[in-house]
Nanobody
């Protein structure tokens, strides 16, 4: 019954930006580390970014310097701001906390 709902995906040109959102319910959001993973066609799901309950962040090497994860505890929402997008960023992006996963949102980077 934990619910994680992603939004904000879409089609963007290389070099463009998108902001993904994940709204959580039925968890103690302020105490929960929140993360983003992604899965491209034919590839394994890979870690993208994580933010701790205290606001500390870590990023995967391919996105470091381009993506920013943040959270708004008042809205039970975690964000992924993606800048300077590359075709290699094309994937379904998933929000995760603990053992719980959202349904994913598609990000396509193409000219």
């Amino acid at each position: 019954q934990v619910q994680l709902v992603e939004s904000g995906g879409g089609l963007v040109q290389p070099g463009g930006s998108l902001r993904l959102s994940c709204e959580a319910s039925r968890i103690i959001f302020s105490l929960s580390p929140m993360g983003w993973y992604r899965q491209a066609p034919g590839k394994q799901r890979e870690f993208v970014a994580v933010i701790t309950s205290g606001g500390g962040t870590n990023y995967a090497r391919p996105v470091e310097g381009r993506f920013t994860i943040s959270r708004d505890n008042a809205k039970n929402t975690v964000y992924l701001q993606m800048s300077n997008l590359k075709p290699e960023d094309t994937a379904v992006y998933y929000c995760v906390t603990g053992t719980y996963w959202g349904q994913g949102t598609q990000v396509t980077v193409s000219s």
